[in-house]
């Protein structure tokens, strides 16, 4: 059961990424743009499926997680030759000597070989072709590039329409997140009591600390303080207030422990009037509880949830990179990094919440699709929100002053450079993963 489940999860955020993926592609041929290679999983390649009619290969890779498509001309081939003057060619001036003949040199002031300047003309002739993405308008290019959030956004919401149609629960209560967003799939504290998805009972739970006086005295994790000193306890406050009145004094405490027996303790709080003990409401949660709506107001729900969803996803992520960046302590920065987590934590998260049932999992499969297209629209080189920002400024620049804000060659470096940053980062966090996982 436990492969069955691990395949499942792979499945499921497979499926979200290639759903991603296959809006790049459909709208790439819907511009005409070659879509020259759609990779299931993540390379190395495994096998070479097919190639279709349109020149697209449809590819096999041996990690089995999302896929990828690869499109001609996002951004323009490069090449790092000489003249022999030795100065380093521009495309313009390549292409000319290339259709010359005229000796072309690499690095080690080698000239190269008749097949390699082949090659390297029909890679600048198709720098220049109809089908490539950089020729494209910018809107055209624009669109190609942002698909994703269209798809991405569409998935979250249909399931959301669907489960507050049927009928859906909460998955939990937000206790990280400070937030008065309507979210129902994830309320926050205050929330899940006024919607009645938790019930808040007469008196106060205990947790004391280890080898306090609490502690010492007998009380356990879970017991419920009903009664200090003959009055009946109803809040926190209330019971902190006694506590420090009472300071070196005997106090009388009544509770109930986990087996729901009745005990009565002596307790003497500390010259501060503290006993040392966590505090929370007695809260528990309402199993009956259920979302359903009617038709017309889960189309409305969906919308809400999906954008209060993706407002909170955004919220969390500038904290946490607050947290790592600037903490206020350095267990902070800490607790930061180990809550960084993705694709192998995800699928062990969800191997770990089969039991809670499909419902659950098409739940965190809408959460993971928001995920997706919010980390993409971070302002980071080789994200697509980058790339976008990148086709925008260049087709400003160009209708304004009849050029490229960014050299083809520097914005092809810079994504570069920031592709292996990711996946150096993308390895720190397989690495954490793993780590949780073993300990």
């Known amino acids: 059961m436990i492969f069955i489940w691990i395949i499942v999860s792979i499945l499921i955020f497979s499926i979200i990424v290639i759903i991603h993926e296959l809006w790049h592609f459909s709208t790439a041929r819907f511009f005409w743009v070659r879509v020259e290679e759609f990779g299931l999983g993540i390379p190395p390649r495994a096998k070479k499926i097919f190639t279709d009619k349109k020149?697209?290969?449809?590819?096999?890779?041996?990690?089995?997680?999302?896929?990828?498509?690869?499109?001609?001309?996002?951004?323009?081939?490069?090449?790092?030759?000489?003249?022999?003057?030795?100065?380093?060619?521009?495309?313009?001036?390549?292409?000319?000597?290339?259709?010359?003949?005229?000796?072309?040199?690499?690095?080690?002031?080698?000239?190269?070989?008749?097949?390699?300047?082949?090659?390297?003309?029909?890679?600048?002739?198709?720098?220049?072709?109809?089908?490539?993405?950089?020729?494209?308008?910018?809107?055209?290019?624009?669109?190609?590039?942002?698909?994703?959030?269209?798809?991405?956004?569409?998935?979250?919401?249909?399931?959301?329409?669907?489960?507050?149609?049927?009928?859906?629960?909460?998955?939990?209560?937000?206790?990280?997140?400070?937030?008065?967003?309507?979210?129902?799939?994830?309320?926050?504290?205050?929330?899940?009591?006024?919607?009645?998805?938790?019930?808040?009972?007469?008196?106060?739970?205990?947790?004391?600390?280890?080898?306090?006086?609490a502690d010492t005295a007998w009380i356990s994790n879970w017991d419920i303080l009903i009664s200090m000193n003959g009055e009946e306890i109803n809040s926190i406050e209330m019971t902190i207030d006694i506590v420090k009145k009472n300071a070196l004094e005997e106090?009388?405490?009544?509770?109930?422990?986990?087996?729901?027996?009745?005990?009565?303790?002596?307790?003497?709080?500390?010259?501060?009037?503290?006993?040392?003990?966590?505090?929370?409401?007695?809260?528990?949660?309402?199993?009956?509880?259920?979302?359903?709506?009617?038709?017309?107001?889960?189309?409305?729900?969906?919308?809400?949830?999906?954008?209060?969803?993706?407002?909170?996803?955004?919220?969390?992520?500038?904290?946490?990179?607050?947290?790592?960046?600037?903490?206020e302590t350095p267990k902070e920065r800490s607790e930061a990094i180990e809550q960084v987590s993705w694709p192998i934590w995800i699928v062990d998260f969800i191997t770990n919440s089969m039991s809670a049932g499909f419902t659950f999992i098409l739940i965190l499969s809408a959460i993971i699709s928001i995920n997706l297209w919010v980390f993409n629209l971070l302002p980071i080189p080789a994200l697509d929100w980058w790339r976008f920002i990148f086709i925008t400024l260049n087709g400003i620049i160009e209708k304004l002053f009849w050029r490229k804000a960014i050299n083809a060659n520097i914005e092809n470096l810079i994504h570069v450079l920031f592709f292996i940053f990711l996946i150096a980062l993308s390895l720190l966090i397989a690495y954490n993963d793993i780590m949780k996982l073993v300990s």
């Not at 002596?266 to 010259?271: A, N, V």
């Open 55 to 213: 020149w697209t290969l449809f590819s096999l890779n041996w990690f089995p997680l999302g896929g990828f498509v690869k499109l001609t001309g996002e951004s323009p081939s490069t090449f790092y030759v000489f003249d022999k003057t030795w100065t380093i060619y521009n495309n313009i001036d390549l292409e000319k000597d290339l259709k010359k003949d005229l000796p072309v040199f690499d690095k080690e002031w080698k000239e190269l070989w008749k097949t390699s300047k082949t090659q390297i003309l029909k890679k600048l002739e198709e720098n220049s072709a109809d089908y490539n993405l950089c020729n494209k308008p910018a809107w055209q290019q624009a669109i190609i590039i942002l698909a994703w959030v269209f798809m991405n956004f569409v998935l979250a919401t249909l399931i959301f329409s669907i489960l507050f149609f049927v009928w859906v629960k909460p998955i939990w209560v937000n206790t990280k997140i400070e937030t008065d967003r309507d979210i129902k799939i994830i309320p926050n504290y205050q929330q899940a009591l006024e919607s009645g998805l938790l019930i808040k009972n007469p008196w106060i739970i205990l947790y004391p600390e280890e080898w306090s006086i």
């Open 251 to 327: 106090i009388e405490i009544i509770l109930i422990n986990s087996e729901s027996w009745e005990k009565t303790l002596q307790i003497t709080p500390s010259l501060r009037g503290k006993i040392w003990s966590y505090l929370s409401e007695n809260v528990t949660i309402n199993k009956e509880f259920k979302y359903k709506y009617s038709l017309l107001d889960s189309i409305k729900y969906w919308s809400i949830e999906t954008y209060n969803q993706s407002m909170l996803t955004f919220q969390g992520l500038g904290i946490l990179i607050k947290k790592i960046f600037n903490p």
